[in-house]
């Protein structure tokens, strides 16, 4: 039933990929109101699961010391992915003439990206029902910007709209291999679940702190921020609640 559960979960958040084709029916401006209060939902999710849900169960099954020691080494992980990546986009997108780089190394990345969410995703399971719901919902709300932005870079690099979104749903699969490989690899290490969770939530720390928070930030409206506040904390709210409510 785990099993189960870890690959409808997975393929799921794999579909998300698919979510470019709202770009051919919305407009730019409706699309960037819709991610206005997506990207602060997202935000209070993330960094919901993180300390509502995942150091919590860490704890559970390692010591809280070595949790918080995973959190960090989750963040630098994801800091040195996210440099290497943002390094060779950059060194692509100079070379006019040579797009397509561009648009793999957003595949590559994006495709381990998704392979460490699959992880999340089945660890989360492998604890309990609820912690699994909580963590798809959150890498589900943080993949939806996500998907849109690499869909456009997929476009910038040359792909057709087609190959654009064929491309970004096989690298989204990363997340179903993830998924299964750590489901059966699981039992390797003892309470190999846990210090998963605590990684993982490093990792959610670091997306909603390095790149979800600066994009809040660049509103400076007291009203629009107000706005953002209260969709973020919403987004923690919901977190805790269905965690709370499916203990």
Do not use: C
Request: charged share 15%; hydrophobic share 60%; no cysteine.
């Amino acid at each position: 039933m785990v099993l189960e559960l870890i690959v409808a979960a997975t393929v799921l958040v794999s579909l998300i990929s698919l979510i470019g084709i709202v770009l051919v029916f919305l407009g730019k401006k409706r699309i960037d109101e819709i991610l206005f209060f997506l990207i602060s939902f997202s935000t209070g999710t993330l960094l919901g699961a993180a300390l509502f849900d995942l150091l919590p169960e860490a704890s559970k099954g390692i010591d809280i010391s070595a949790a918080l020691e995973l959190a960090f080494v989750g963040i630098i992980v994801a800091f040195v992915m996210e440099k290497i990546i943002h390094w060779h986009h950059h060194h692509a997108a100079r070379e006019r003439e040579h797009t397509h780089p561009l648009g793999m190394l957003t595949l590559v990345g994006d495709a381990f990206h998704n392979f460490f969410d699959g992880v999340a995703i089945a660890a989360a399971f492998l604890v309990n029902v609820p912690l699994g719901l909580t963590t798809t919902l959150a890498i589900a709300l943080h993949e939806i910007p996500q998907e849109i932005g690499d869909f456009g870079l997929l476009l910038f690099s040359g792909y057709t709209k087609k190959k654009a979104l064929a491309f970004n749903f096989l690298s989204a699969l990363a997340a179903v291999a993830g998924g299964v490989l750590f489901f059966f690899f699981s039992g390797a290490v003892l309470h190999m679940e846990s210090y998963a969770l605590a990684f993982t939530a490093g990792m959610f720390i670091y997306i909603a702190s390095a790149d979800l928070l600066p994009e809040i930030h660049k509103e400076k409206r007291a009203k629009s921020s107000a706005l953002q506040l209260f969709f973020l904390l919403l987004g923690a709210f919901a977190i805790w609640l269905i965690a709370r409510t499916l203990e």
